[in-house]
Nanobody, 125 residues
Framework: QVQLVESGGGLVQAGGSLKLACVAS????????MGWFRQAPGKEREFVAA????????YYADSAKGRFTISRDNAKNTAYLQMNSLKPEDTAVYYCAARLNSNYGYTDERAYRSWGQGTQVTVSS
């Protein structure tokens, strides 16, 4: 089973940028599609972005389109989420996850079986 560790979260002012990283170990990272989700206080976890195993295709939530970019470096077993033009409503714990169940689509949480511990992103107004 793949293990995931996120990093890169922090406190940033509205309009600023952060780049999250997710390092994988214990699995064939280069064959696994990856996703980013987030959970704000009092809300359910929601899909943010996903990238296929090759990096050739990406998927975004409407809230992330045009501001966030998901990418991966298979040589480094790492997935990234570049977040620009951050807004206070982006404040959440961000999780990366490995898509291990192809019965569900890329935006469906049920497709993901391995999750990191999360990294806190706080955007001040």
């Amino acid at each position: 089973q793949v293990q995931l560790v996120e990093s890169g979260g922090g406190l940033v002012q509205a309009g600023g940028s952060l780049k999250l990283a997710c390092v994988a170990s214990g699995g064939a990272f280069s064959t696994i599609s990856m996703g980013w989700f987030r959970q704000a206080p009092g809300k359910e976890r929601e899909f943010v972005a996903a990238v296929t195993w090759s990096g050739s295709s990406t998927y975004y939530a409407d809230s992330a389109k045009g501001r966030f970019t998901i990418s991966r470096d298979n040589a480094k077993n790492t997935a990234y989420l570049q977040m620009n033009s951050l807004k206070p409503e982006d404040t959440a714990v961000y999780y990366c996850a490995a898509r291990l169940n192809s019965n569900y689509g890329y935006t469906d949480e049920r497709a993901y079986r391995s999750w990191g511990q999360g990294t806190q992103v706080t955007v001040s107004s």
